[in-house]
């Protein structure tokens, strides 16, 4: 049985992964800076059963003592921690940079790469001292280069996550924490909806090309716990995963099937 921590977790990937990992006889820490999201995320997950394996904890990912505080709260509840997810994320509006307030720029930064970087610093501070665990980082559009407009500190914050996971991979080599990366894919998240289905071209590729929160989530947990490489990419972008999501649009596209 797995012990698995995963920040931003309230909806979107994140409550998805804790769904499925909860299928899957995993223990799930799930947590959010949103209290009442958080509350409402736990009572859905939960259903009315005393006897899940859930926990849910407060934790703003831009503020260290938070993550640290979310640690010792999971290791309180399940003893140690196998895998650290940082999947927690937001996004600014679609607009150019200099039409971007201070505070979209500041928060966006904060939360998508300082968020990752406080989340690996606490987990491989505290992975190294239990001997074991795996941290995953969340990349996404920004990555591998590309610029869409509207995106530019979205993609700033996604291109940081990149580099920083790199590096963080070859540095952990020599120790006994694996860290690796997940590509979720193309999927209908309120984020998405958010960013790429403002545009016409987005919402036909969303509709097109992009799945349901569940059945990719259910897809993801099972390759990360299927994972025990260090250094890999969880990555459901790849040719053969494009090229099944293109053989199949005609299906989900008609007739709504996943």
Not at 102 to 111: A, G, N, P, Q, S
Not at 149 to 172: N, P, R, W
Not at 189 to 209: C, M, P, S, Y
């Amino acid at each position: 049985m797995q012990n698995i921590v995963i920040t931003g977790s309230s909806r979107g990937i994140g409550f998805g992964l804790a769904k499925a990992f909860l299928a899957k006889g995993c223990r799930v820490i799930i947590s959010s800076h949103n209290k009442g999201r958080l509350d409402a995320a736990a009572a859905e997950l939960k259903n009315g059963r005393s006897d899940i394996p859930l926990f849910a904890f407060i934790c703003d990912v831009s503020r260290p003592l938070d993550v640290e505080a979310l640690w010792d709260s999971a290791v309180g509840e399940l003893g140690k921690v196998d895998i650290w997810i940082n999947n927690a994320g937001v996004v600014h509006s679609m607009r150019s940079f200099w039409q971007l307030g201070y505070e979209e720029i500041r928060k966006t930064l904060e939360v998508n790469l300082m968020g990752t970087i406080h989340g690996s610093h606490v987990a491989m501070c505290k992975m190294i001292a239990q001997g074991s665990g795996h941290i995953y980082n969340m990349e996404g559009q920004g990555a591998d280069g590309s610029v869409i407009a509207g995106m530019g500190i979205f993609g700033t914050s996604k291109a940081g996550v990149h580099y920083f996971s790199k590096f963080l991979i070859e540095e952990a080599k020599k120790t006994p924490v694996k860290v690796s990366t997940i590509i979720p894919g193309i999927i209908r998240t309120d984020l998405q909806v958010e960013t790429a289905g403002k545009t016409t071209e987005g919402r036909i590729f969303l509709d097109l090309l992009g799945e349901d929160v569940r059945s990719a989530t259910g897809d993801l947990a099972d390759r990360i716990l299927g994972n025990s490489a260090h250094g890999n990419c969880i990555n459901r972008m790849s040719p053969p995963d494009m090229i099944g999501k293109v053989v199949s649009a005609p299906l989900r596209f008609f007739f709504g099937q996943q």
